[in-house]
């Protein structure tokens, strides 16, 4: 195939954190509050292997919180963008990769922690179900990354869906939704591969002009390196200056790399992993002085020799946080009355992903977004409500665990609760009437009900909510 230079630059690239600061839990973020932003991933590959590689840093106009209990900066240098993720294989990320809502909110989101989860130490966590009498876990390392964009789709789509819905258009319009994955392997042959995934959110309307962020995913095919393959994405106006040796610098290795260029294809078809990774340094560094605010801390680098066993370093002193997104089935634009279920708009959605990396017994989260009720009863312990409508609604709360309710609407509406059981959702509170009784009961009828994981016999069932 003929190499190429992966060149996308991005307006306002967010990376692998952002802090939004909320106040009095409206759905509309503070015009002050700051979008931490900026990042260069680099993958240098020929047919001696593949050099990847990112930054650290994560900045925003507004102080934000690097770690609980440390004073708020305006930049951090402690964000993960490079997870090896197969015996080799590494990804890494860049863009809308994190929400943090204050007070914090069950969608709170970091890619780098979910994936710090999901891969461990030696790749990919793959969880088989079996039919024997106990679900087995069984943890495995992948052996390359192509077979990993399908899992970052079904598994992060509804994740960074999730997080967006706490926004709205205003303060999070859809270039800053984006985000990518890009991917690097080498198989048994010595083959390597490389391949990128885009995230691209936007916003559409549900009825009643109710803002919903929805993600369309694309990839490319996968291609095979036969020659020089670079790729750059993020903050990558130095390191494309530099590639196409059109950076004006006395460093040796720029110098070394631009004899090479000069030299033909097979002049950087030849370079040494040794080589690419210390061009993948200069570029590290070049791009920091030109972009001190928004590139910056230890460089992350991975080195994949085909021949040879690979190495990464820069991650120590990172983030070591490892957490899951919720377990929830998304329910979005949909109607629900006593004779119809059906559609609200372009953004119709009933979705459920399950990666079998929590507990099975575990209660699953339905999460409303932009539907609408009227005239029914619906469950509220352990589910999530945003951008909402109830009409004549009676809600109805065993008080096992409180709701996550916020920017909704709401027109005479009840919540029927246990005697002596304390109701801690202030939005609900402050427009529902609150009906104490001695026993609060679900029956069909009743929307949103507990769904879990069943054992039948020898295997494991799951009913659909509200179907």
């Not at 983030?319 to 634009?333: H, V």
């Amino acid at each position: 195939m003929r190499a190429h230079l992966k060149s996308r630059v991005l307006a306002a690239l967010l990376t692998s954190a952002f802090c939004l600061p909320w106040a009095n839990a409206q759905v509309s973020a503070s015009g002050s509050a700051g979008l931490a932003s900026g990042t260069l991933n680099l993958i240098l590959a020929n047919k001696n292997g593949f050099v990847i590689a990112a930054d650290s840093r994560m900045s925003s106009d507004t102080p934000f919180e690097c770690e609980k209990g440390l004073p708020k900066r305006l930049y951090c240098d402690n964000s993960q963008k490079l997870f090896k993720t197969g015996n080799r294989s590494a990804m890494v990320i860049a863009g809308f990769a994190a929400g943090r809502a204050e007070p914090p909110s069950p969608f709170d989101l970091v890619v780098a922690s979910v994936l710090r989860k999901s891969f461990g130490p030696c790749g990919q966590r793959i969880f088989q179900v079996t039919t024997g009498p106990e679900p087995k876990g069984e943890v495995v390392c992948a052996p390359d990354a192509m077979a990993l964009p399908v899992w970052a789709q079904i598994d992060l789509v509804p994740a960074l869906t999730a997080v967006a819905s706490l926004y709205d258009p205003e303060h999070l319009p859809s270039d800053k939704m984006f985000f990518v994955t890009s991917f690097a392997s080498i198989d048994k042959q010595g083959k390597i591969s490389i391949q990128q995934q885009y995230f691209n959110g936007h916003w559409v309307y549900a009825s009643g002009n109710v803002p919903v962020p929805v993600y369309s995913v694309s990839r490319t095919p996968g291609d095979v390196v036969d020659r020089f393959y670079p790729v750059a994405e993020g903050i990558n106006d130095i390191a494309l200056q530099v590639l196409r040796g059109q950076y004006e610098s006395p460093d040796p290795t720029i110098r070394s790399y631009y004899r090479r260029l000069l030299a033909g294809p097979s002049g950087r078809d030849s370079m040494t992993v040794s080589e690419m990774r210390e061009l993948a340094r200069v570029i590290l560094r070049e791009t920091r002085k030109a972009h001190r605010n928004f590139v910056g801390g230890p460089d992350q680098i991975g080195v994949f020799p085909v021949k040879g066993q690979p190495s990464i370093s820069g991650l120590a002193g990172l983030s070591k946080d490892k957490q899951l997104t919720p377990r929830f089935f998304l329910n979005s634009c949909l109607v629900y009355d006593k004779d119809h279920r059906g559609s609200n708009g372009p953004c119709m959605n009933g979705t459920l992903h399950e990666d079998f990396m929590r507990p099975l017994d575990e209660v699953i989260a339905q999460f409303f977004l932009a539907s609408r009720f009227k005239d029914v009863s619906v469950a509220i312990d352990n589910n999530y409500f945003v951008r909402s409508e109830f009409d004549g609604v009676t809600f109805k709360y065993t008080g096992k665990k409180p709701p996550f309710a916020l920017g909704n609407t709401y027109n005479d509406c009840s919540v029927e609760l246990p005697e002596g059981v304390d109701f801690n959702s202030p939005e609900i509170s402050a427009h529902c009437r609150l009906i104490r009784m001695k026993n609060v009961s679900l029956d069909q009828s009743t929307l949103g009900r507990p769904v879990q994981y069943q054992k039948v016999g020898g295997s494991i069932r799951l009913t659909l909510p509200n179907r």
